[in-house]
């Protein structure tokens, strides 16, 4: 079983950053695309950034050139650099990735963390 442990959410001020951080736990044979989503209250879950095995990188408009996505493939390890924060990025934020296990190493199968919140007051 694999779990996606999300850290570095937190409460911050308008203009201010934070860094977040993603690590699978259990078996895995390997990541492919691995991601950061956002949902805030009301809302419907929406895609913030993401990054293929190879480091190429998407994003969302609202947050290009603010945030920055990057990843450890040796460390199996995801992280969202976010910079210039304002209360419109006040969410919670979930890691996904796309795992492949040693018993069927050609068949991805997603997996979510249990959310971070990130904060930003005005």
């Known amino acids: 079983q694999v779990q996606l442990v999300e850290s570095g959410g937190g409460l911050v001020e308008a203009g201010g950053s934070l860094r977040l951080t993603c690590s699978p736990s259990g078996s895995i044979f390997k990541i492919d695309v691995m991601g950061w989503y956002r949902q805030a209250p009301g809302a419907q879950r929406e895609l913030v950034a993401t990054i293929t095995r190879g480091l190429h990188t998407n994003y969302a408009d609202s947050v290009k050139a603010r945030f920055t996505i990057s990843r450890d493939n040796a460390k199996n390890t995801v992280f969202l650099q976010m910079n210039t924060l304002s209360p419109d990025d006040t969410a919670v934020y979930y890691c996904?990735?796309?795992?492949?296990?040693?018993?069927?190493?050609?068949?991805?199968?997603?997996?979510w963390g249990q959310g971070t919140q990130v904060t930003v007051s005005s």
């Open positions: 996904n990735a796309f795992i492949a296990h040693y018993d069927d190493p050609y068949t991805y199968r997603t997996y």
